[in-house]
């Protein structure tokens, strides 16, 4: 090989290391979209003749759940916040059916076997649909 095509290859070795190293940098420093970190947090009051159902975004569901918790100097168990409406302490994280026409708010039962997150209103349940996707 003679120094012109030496250095000519060099040239295109450098370029290439560039390229790929620009693109491996892109990927990493992209910035990632959060997942769901837009989404409300649904809750829904357990205490009967109250049964407020409401949203609160994700900051602000944080903020409370901070100041509840710590009022209770317990952070074990299951999250319970302060009810909107009533003001007791027994408003749990819910579930939004995503059956638009339904939009319920509901607790979604982890107890009983099936899909915790069926809408007791509708039916419908979002493991239930990706599941019957997943098996098409
Ligand atoms: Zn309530
Ligand atoms: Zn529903």
Known sequence: MDEDKKKTFMIVIVIVCLVVAGMVLKSTFAPSKPKGAKKPVWLVCTNTGCNAQYSL???????QMKDDMAGRGMPMGPAVLKCQECGKA????????????CGSVFVPNYQQGGFPDKCPMCGISAIEQK??????
């Open 90 to 101: 027994s408003a749990v994280i819910g579930k939004k059916c995503i059956n638009e026409q």
């Open 131 to 136: 599941q019957l996707e997943n098996s098409k």
């Open 57 to 63: 975004k994700q900051k602000e569901f944080r903020e």
